[in-house]
């Protein structure tokens, strides 16, 4: 049984930070591809930053450089590292774990980036 749980969204001004977590249980985070994906109010879910479990990580143009993921294998928990926030990073953010035969989703945490 899969569980992801996210947390640390919220309402922040532009420029400013926030860090989401993903805490994974039914499943071991350092041994499968994970991602963050957003969906902003009108339009498709899509992925901002991705880790795979050799360690390699991908980012969407977007956020290069302001976003970074994050694995904690001892708590079996991802994070992403939001930095100088934009409006446009607003959306519901979601963590991903894909196994070799499933994709498994978090519930989504809202960010919501204020000018």
């Known amino acids: 049984q899969v569980q992801l749980v996210e947390s640390g969204g919220g309402l922040v001004q532009a420029g400013g930070s926030l860090r989401l977590s993903c805490a994974a249980s039914?499943?071991?985070?350092?041994?499968?591809?994970m991602g963050w994906y957003r969906q902003a109010p009108g339009k498709e879910r899509d992925l901002v930053a991705s880790?795979?479990?050799?360690?390699?990580?991908m980012y969407a143009d977007s956020v290069k450089g302001r976003f970074t993921i994050v694995r904690d294998n001892g708590e079996n928990t991802m994070y992403l590292q939001m930095n100088n926030l934009k409006p446009e990073d607003t959306g519901v953010y979601y963590c991903?774990?894909?196994?070799?035969?499933?994709?498994?989703w978090g519930r989504g945490t809202q960010v919501t980036v204020s000018s």
């Open positions: 880790r795979g479990s050799t360690g390699n990580t």
């Open positions: 039914g499943i071991i985070v350092g041994f499968n591809d």
């Open positions: 991903n774990f894909q196994t070799m035969s499933s994709n498994y």
